[in-house]
């Protein structure tokens, strides 16, 4: 028994010593110290021994089994710094590499125009009304004062579901809406997306967006449309940007202008981006036509208003220096992370 117990430690002893990792070395202990380990078998069946061997065999067993759990543990530490160093070298970082970081969004360039100009249009006691994007032929025209073969349909071609319902062409229904359903006064902007058969190019588009607005009260007159206008355009561009307003045509307003703001890269004085002007046109305005309120219930002798439109698209590329429309709808990351 003592010749097997010292072949018992050379051979426990060395494969310690020779353990790879973690795993390895706990089936060793579990091997010879374990509940049926062969150390612990040993130690268990001394009473089985001659009386004379079991001093000596239990003295030698004691002694094994401690200098086993020793080397155990020595090993363990061994083990343990060695598998931390190499899991350190793998997590090592290279702090001369690029960091990683979350990429968040941010909101679309058109969404961040319309957002200021509602801003803008809320401090002056206007309200934001939305309506429908497929639309009746009634509201998008007639009621708008364009009746079947107006010429003036030709300017906005649109793309027709049935004889009667359309896409939008502008955003002129909600105002039709508004007036029928709500009492005067009226204080109203509507964002939102139109449509209209346009060949795609740098300035044009079949989808684009549009806000207009309206102010419907007694005794709104023209002073009231250019004082509100001059104030949003110049919180748009900048106080020291001028206005200026120019003799149109609409078919739902009159007297009509086209509003224009100096040209921020010559000062006004002229060049290839304003087409030598000095001016460059933002959006259309006028004098609601009488025609217009009399078919939404309202009475002209009574009450007036005005209202107006501008393309946001048209805005962003002023406001941003953007020479093609086509930016906003390609998704492009290097385009709309500068916004």
């Known amino acids: 028994?003592?010749?097997?117990?010292?072949?018992?430690?050379?051979?426990?002893?060395?494969?310690?010593?020779?353990?790879?990792?973690?795993?390895?070395?706990?089936?060793?202990?579990?091997?010879?110290?374990?509940?049926?380990?062969?150390?612990?078998?040993?130690?268990?069946?001394?009473?089985?021994?001659?009386?004379?061997?079991?001093?000596?065999?239990?003295?030698?067993?004691?002694?094994?089994?401690?200098?086993?759990?020793?080397?155990?543990?020595?090993?363990?530490?061994?083990?343990?710094?060695?598998?931390?160093?190499?899991?350190?070298k793998e997590e090592e970082?290279?702090?001369?590499?690029?960091?990683?970081?979350?990429?968040?969004?941010?909101?679309?360039?058109?969404?961040?125009?319309?957002?200021?100009?509602?801003?803008?249009f809320l401090g002056l006691g206007f309200r934001i009304v939305e309506g429908p994007e497929v639309e009746k032929d009634y509201y998008n025209f007639e009621a708008l004062n364009i009746?079947?073969?107006?010429?003036?349909?030709?300017?906005?071609?649109?793309?027709?579901?049935?004889?009667?319902?359309?896409?939008?062409?502008?955003?002129?229904?909600?105002?039709?809406?508004?007036?029928?359903?709500?009492?005067?006064?009226?204080?109203?902007?509507?964002?939102?997306?139109?449509?209209?058969?346009?060949?795609?190019?740098?300035?044009?588009?079949?989808?684009?967006?549009?806000?207009?607005?309206?102010?419907?009260?007694?005794n709104i007159s023209f002073s009231n449309l250019k004082g509100i206008l001059i104030k949003v355009v110049k919180e748009l561009f900048g106080e020291d940007r001028e206005v200026r307003f120019r003799p149109s045509y609409f078919p739902f307003t009159e007297p009509s202008a086209e509003v224009d703001v100096s040209c921020a890269l010559c000062g006004g004085e002229g060049c290839s981006t304003c087409s030598d002007t000095g001016w460059l046109e933002i959006l259309g305005s006028g004098m609601v036509h009488p025609r217009v309120l009399e078919m939404s219930g309202l009475d002209p002798?009574?009450?007036?208003?005005?209202?107006?439109?501008?393309?946001?698209e048209r805005i962003a590329i002023l406001k941003y220096g953007i020479t093609d429309i086509r930016r906003f709808y390609e998704n492009d990351m290097r385009f709309l992370q500068q916004f």
């Open 93 to 120: 970082i290279d702090v001369t590499l690029a960091g990683k970081r979350d990429d968040l969004g941010s909101k679309h360039p058109l969404t961040q125009v319309i957002d200021e100009i509602s801003e803008i």
């Open 301 to 312: 002798q009574k009450v007036s208003g005005f209202a107006f439109g501008m393309g946001i």
């Open 147 to 218: 009746p079947k073969a107006h010429p003036a349909r030709d300017m906005q071609d649109s793309f027709y579901i049935s004889e009667d319902i359309l896409l939008r062409t502008h955003t002129s229904p909600v105002q039709v809406r508004t007036m029928e359903e709500t009492d005067v006064p009226v204080r109203i902007i509507a964002p939102g997306r139109v449509y209209r058969v346009d060949e795609v190019d740098a300035n044009h588009s079949p989808v684009f967006h549009q806000v207009e607005g309206l102010m419907i009260d007694k």
């Open 1 to 88: 028994m003592e010749e097997k117990l010292q072949l018992l430690e050379e051979t426990a002893t060395c494969e310690v010593e020779k353990a790879a990792d973690l795993e390895e070395l706990e089936n060793l202990r579990v091997k010879y110290l374990g509940k049926s380990g062969e150390v612990t078998e040993i130690l268990q069946n001394i009473g089985d021994l001659p009386p004379k061997q079991r001093p000596v065999v239990g003295k030698l067993g004691n002694k094994l089994k401690s200098k086993l759990e020793s080397a155990i543990a020595e090993k363990k530490d061994e083990l343990k710094k060695v598998a931390k160093e190499k899991r350190l």
